[in-house]
């Protein structure tokens, strides 16, 4: 009886705590050394029906979307990454990150450059769209957002 209970017992702790044992999966989006292979000379400039369609389609996106709602109204992302956080010994896999950039000035990171991130849960749900340099872009729910 005690092992029945202990299964039991497990099981449900394994079961309420699924979230936080997520393991990352693939997404079969580029990767950012992909990206970085494939941008040739800066400054580099996304091509312009690609902007386009990245500018007119953020009016549109909302929290919650998943991959597929985000791909078909802004595209391809330049490359996808994995998120993990809090840092320390708890640290887990939180979901993964598509960045879209119009412009960027170099191989280093640069606050001014144009782009476009989107956050998803494990669950693949935007929960956090924030444009940077973007015309008519606005931040869309917050990193903390939760999708049901």
């Known amino acids: 009886m005690k092992g029945v209970i202990s299964t039991a017992l497990l099981t449900f702790l394994l079961l309420v705590s699924h979230e936080s044992f997520a393991k990352p999966v693939a997404d079969g989006m580029p990767t950012?050394?992909?990206f970085e292979r494939n941008i040739g000379d800066y400054p580099y400039r996304a091509k312009s029906e690609r902007v386009a369609k990245i500018i007119s389609g953020i009016p549109a996106l909302t929290e919650c979307m998943d991959k597929n709602q985000i791909q078909s109204l802004i595209?391809?992302?330049d490359y996808s990454?994995?998120?993990?956080?809090?840092?320390?010994?708890?640290?887990?896999?939180?979901?993964?990150?598509?960045?879209?950039y119009?412009?960027?000035?170099?191989?280093?990171?640069?606050?001014?450059?144009?782009?476009?991130?989107?956050f998803f849960d494990t669950k693949n749900r935007a929960h956090w769209i924030v444009p940077h340099h973007v015309d008519g872009?606005?931040?869309?729910?917050?990193v903390s957002a939760k999708c049901l």
């Not at 990454?81 to 879209?100: D, Q």
């Not at 960027?104 to 450059?113: A, E, G, I, P, R």
């Not at 872009?137 to 917050?142: D, F």
């Open 75 to 77: 595209g391809t992302p």
């Open 137 to 142: 872009g606005h931040e869309i729910g917050a």
């Open 81 to 100: 990454s994995s998120s993990y956080g809090p840092k320390g010994p708890g640290e887990k896999w939180l979901g993964t990150s598509w960045m879209y």
């Open 102 to 118: 119009l412009t960027k000035q170099s191989s280093l990171v640069n606050t001014n450059d144009s782009t476009v991130e989107v």
């Open 32 to 34: 950012y050394e992909e």
